[in-house]
């Protein structure tokens, strides 16, 4: 079943670790197939670059039930949550990368405060609030996702492809697992950035919105002029 | 004598090299064989990548006499006085790795910032009180796995498997020498994040008890359901 | 067409990154051929590690039309300003290298702390004015060039080979595209020691005149005695 | 001439770029023959990690005077006064390592905050006084040596191997080139540790005097049971 679609997945999930984003053997990174129904995911437990096509979890994009291959992760709820809200949505990774995740136990959104940031989010990075103690006990990695959208409050996901989960990690997502696993690595870039700015300077400021229309558009909008198109 | 035992001590040492734990040459690792009384441990002063099984250091549990391989760890007291107190610990380590021992010179125990720590460790890091100067002039070696026992107060070593010692660096144990490597790679990447954070946020509050609860459990409790089993 | 001149803006853009310099796929080089008018650029959207010499892209120094190989970077404008203010330039460099661009957030200025930054830079690196909004709206990548050159404020671009531009990264240049990729190895350096220290010294001084007078002409100077010459 | 020599000066060089403590090109070590009179050290502008042993420079120890090789290190000044100051000394090393170098910006030394510290250096690492104007227009070089033997205040130099340099990086010495150079690797990773603990902790404490001697005599004293002697 959907060969291709497995082999993406463990490609991405190499990815991560290839750039650096999955210490300590966290992290995990997704793709849908809408047609089929079906999320392909990291098995629980495996590190991210030691993924074998034939082990990655294929589950019911409807139903969360294991189709094929191994025991899914254990956030796999979480993914299937994002799917379902967002139509749009193709790849989901998630991280405890360093500095993204610096800022999700500071549970402070990373404002942007430069182009860097401004190529690859659309305005700030939120951070969602706590689950409480009934939804920690409860459906709490479903319930993940379901904070997350509402972080976003109505904003395009694929404007903000990057939330942080206050006290716990980063997702981000695209139209892909690949371009998931760019934005995971866009994201730690701008945490990085961002973290030594505030400590240089407690009340830097977000740039403008000019400037961050002009740089967002300029690799985004539909007048792109950036790259090779 | 116990050659496989030798082994798993001399890839433990690799490993926390590997890892980049063991900068400027310290650090190292033992492992308890119970029933023969015996622990196995990295010599003094060879590197923690270049240990051969038939260099390693194995002493008696009992008396800490030396039987087989080169001389130990002048830190073997150390290790020695935490199997005495624990029965369930099967392997010790020991770091001066960067942001542990940040926080051990700082002397503050690291608060439970996120689900990284969670996920790990039931609760904060303790760090052992100061040692008095009888204390550093006497048996100092032993006295501090004592200072670690006391930091313990009578928590579940398995479920906090790592102390840090005020002014000096890491211990971190597990049911073997190997699972005390993964604890101390995990320790100086929960310190690492932790130091951010508290950079980012001074006022940083710990994990609520519920999403501590949530993620150590999913993890080590009996109803834990990540991984492969 | 100027085989030679591309291979060299090839190899400065690997050299880029080589360095760790060219982060999250930004950063681009440049050389000009004062004598054939032209200047060689970095394709836009390539990686800086995989640009072929036969995709690097000329374009005329002074109307900025491509005239051969692949569509430019979508810098090339801020590069052809600053080729025109200053006659003295034979290559430009522009990264978001982590730490200058932290200090590019801040909108600091570097200071001159110590004498790594005083054997490369005779003084402050400055940091440029915001863009107002019409200019971000407009002609905003020469607009950057121009701002760089206003920033300089008539000190001689080869004795201050970097500039940083708010809110979004550095600018490096000497007399060769090697040497561009060169000072922005040295600026991030400079700029990581500076970070460090204001972070332990809010009120560090920068070095008396006489310091830095002595160590920035003996390396360029009329009478340098650094290096084998 | 001493070919042994050129080449144990050649490999602590390549050594110390290896240990990633040359950044931006800088970095220098020497070793003296006080038999012979002479002192072997980096040729001047020649990266560290490409020092061939034919290259090395080679003076007289009383004179300066160039007697075989390339030019030597524009610091030769001030690696000659120490090995006149101090008869123990075997070996020198001066690097801009990232945190020694940011103590010395900042012109704080180097409290002993922990065993790291205590293992390598009897207590704090001192840092230099300013050059004055005239100083730094003079003898430059030397008077940087001077000033480093007045910072040790007459504390054995064998016991308190490194030193910073204010406004500019450290110099490290030892027995040998080989020894100057592993004291200049432990020198940054005390540095390191202790950055960190003051980030932490701005009033974090140094360590207590029979703390600092148990380790610094567990080590190096008469009673040292440190290694396999």
């Known amino acids: 079943m959907s060969e291709a679609l497995r082999e993406r ?7 991560l670790a290839a750039h650096g984003l999955a210490q300590a053997s966290f992290g995990n990174v997704s793709e849908v197939d809408r047609e089929a129904g079906v ?3 990291k098995p629980s437990g495996i590190p991210c670059d030691s993924v074998r096509p034939e082990d990655v979890a ?6 969360g039930e294991l189709l094929d291959g191994l025991k899914p992760s254990s956030d796999t709820p979480t993914h299937l949550e994002l799917y379902r809200a967002w139509e749009s949505l193709g790849g ?7 500095f993204a995740t610096s800022w999700a136990q500071a549970k402070r959104p990373i404002p942007c405060l430069g182009t860097t940031h401004a190529d690859h989010v659309d305005g700030p990075v939120p951070v969602t609030r706590d689950l409480d103690d009934d939804e920690c006990a409860g459906e709490y990695e479903r319930l993940t996702g379901a904070v997350i959208v509402e972080a976003l409050d109505g904003r395009d996901p694929l404007d903000v492809p990057a939330c942080l989960v206050a006290s716990h990690g980063a997702f981000t997502w695209g139209v892909s697992a690949a371009q998931a696993v760019e934005h995971a690595a866009a994201l730690e870039e701008i945490a990085a950035l961002a973290f030594n700015t505030v400590l240089l300077e407690a009340a830097a400021e977000p740039v403008s ?11 985004h909008g539909p007048t792109a002029y950036y790259g090779q198109r």
């Open 9 to 15: 997945v463990a490609a991405a999930n190499a990815a």
């Open 39 to 41: 999320v392909a995911i």
């Open 209 to 219: 919105p000019a400037l961050l229309r002009r740089h967002f558009a300029r690799k």
């Open 92 to 98: 989901v990774a998630h991280t405890h990368s360093r």
């Open 58 to 63: 294929v589950v019911s994009l409807e139903t």
